[in-house]
């Protein structure tokens, strides 16, 4: 990939993840404020992903035929017609938690299929050897712009009215889809199949079943998304529960959240070079140490040192085993895996959300991150076997 797509793509990315980060404090913020129960929350995070469990399989076809370029471009226009659509019920007072939960939802599925069309756009234009340096630049990106996101949302939340504040969320978005579609990109013609949509689908889980090693990839990145989406999710109740704070600190932990990925990113290829075969178990076990802090400790510089080490902890676990994944996944494959890959993050949120809003409401925010700190600690266990099989060891050998 070129120095000016690498530019476009990293512009696309901070700017669609600054967006998304603002959007999301400020609606977690506004919705616990408005109806004081923490099951909303849980449901909020929930809902947004069960349109993922059906539409991953079909994205991951999509992206692996059709023109990446054109579906990311097309995802983000969607998503900009439904912020509007947001902001005007916000503009003429006829707001419900129902209507932000459905906005929601429609968010995260088009999410579904803006981010696998630009994973797999950077696969196709990239050189293998390329991979871990890009996707840990495109996750410097990501976590820059959320950092950005978080700490404007929790400001705007403080000072602001929605449609006022809802207005700069679109703009980020229209950026987003501005420099995305200005990337230069043209399909590789090879990626063009005569096979039926079904067969595709179907061939997609046959190559699935033939590389266990992926199997044991999901698994970890399912922990790190769980953890990831999680802790976004419930911050906001965790700060005004919990922690007894205002919108203000909300933001500030949003952003620290933020800047331990920042870390993460800047130190992926330090971190790939240094622990090899065995990168996921400390980033794990940073993960799991950060959840502990964070749930076990009512101080806030606790909670800032606990909520840093799991935005260290999760980027990571995401951005480095996703480079893992693109260098052992058939160029013909990229889309179909990132979808399924997709398919398991969202699934174990969809799941587990609700146990852990019913968990906040019931006990206290706290418990949502001592919950999660059970399979943070069990996966500590998967990462060390995973780090055994021979594919794994061949591929985290090689200097990132």
């Not at 929930?46 to 079909?58: D, E, Q, R, T, Y």
């Not at 419900?96 to 599925?109: A, E, G, N, S």
Request: charged share 10%; net charge positive; aromatic share 14%.
């Amino acid at each position: 990939m070129n120095r000016s797509n690498t530019f476009k793509l990293l512009a696309g990315y901070f700017f669609y993840e600054c967006g998304r980060a603002m959007y999301f404090v400020l609606v977690t913020w506004y919705l616990y404020q408005w109806t004081e129960n923490a099951l909303y929350t849980g449901l909020f995070v929930s809902f947004g992903f069960i349109p993922g469990l059906l539409s991953n399989v079909i994205f991951g076809v999509l992206v692996d035929r059709y023109n990446r370029k054109k579906l990311a471009t097309f995802a983000g226009g969607i998503s900009i017609v439904i912020l509007t659509i947001l902001w005007g019920t916000f503009l003429t007072s006829w707001i419900h938690p129902w209507y932000i939960i459905l906005t929601h939802m429609i968010l995260q599925t088009t999410g579904s299929l803006f981010r696998p069309s630009l994973q797999a756009l950077v696969a196709e234009e990239s050189k293998r050897e390329e991979l871990p340096r890009i996707f840990s630049l495109s996750g410097s990106a990501t976590i820059s712009g959320s950092l950005c996101g978080a700490g404007i949302g929790g400001i705007l939340s403080s000072f602001l009215t929605m449609p006022l504040s809802l207005l700069i969320v679109i703009f980020c978005y229209s950026g987003a889809l501005i420099v995305i579609s200005c990337l230069s990109y043209t399909p590789d013609p090879d990626r063009k199949s005569e096979h039926a949509f079904f067969k595709e689908i179907c061939s997609g889980f046959k190559y699935l079943h033939a590389h266990t090693m992926l199997y044991g990839l999901f698994v970890m990145m399912m922990l790190g998304q769980l953890t990831f989406h999680t802790t976004l999710g419930f911050l906001s109740v965790y700060t005004n529960d919990y922690l007894k704070q205002s919108a203000l600190v909300y933001g500030a932990l949003d952003v620290t959240f933020s800047a331990g990925g920042i870390i993460a990113g800047l130190l992926g290829a330090w971190w790939w070079r240094q622990m090899q075969n065995q990168l996921a178990v400390y980033a794990l076990f940073t993960m799991a140490a950060g959840l502990i802090m964070a749930g076990a400790l009512p101080y806030l510089g606790t909670a800032f040192a606990g909520i840093f080490l799991i935005g260290i902890g999760t980027s990571i676990v995401r951005a480095l085993l996703q480079s893992v994944q693109q260098l052992a996944t058939d160029r013909k494959f990229h889309g179909r895996m990132a979808s399924f890959r997709m398919l398991c993050n969202q699934a174990s949120v969809v799941l587990t959300a609700p146990m852990f809003g019913w968990a906040a409401s019931a006990n206290g925010a706290n418990y949502v991150f001592l919950l999660l700190a059970i399979p943070s600690s069990l996966g500590l266990v998967w990462a060390w076997f995973q780090s055994k099989h021979p594919q794994f060891r061949e591929i985290t050998s090689k200097t990132a």
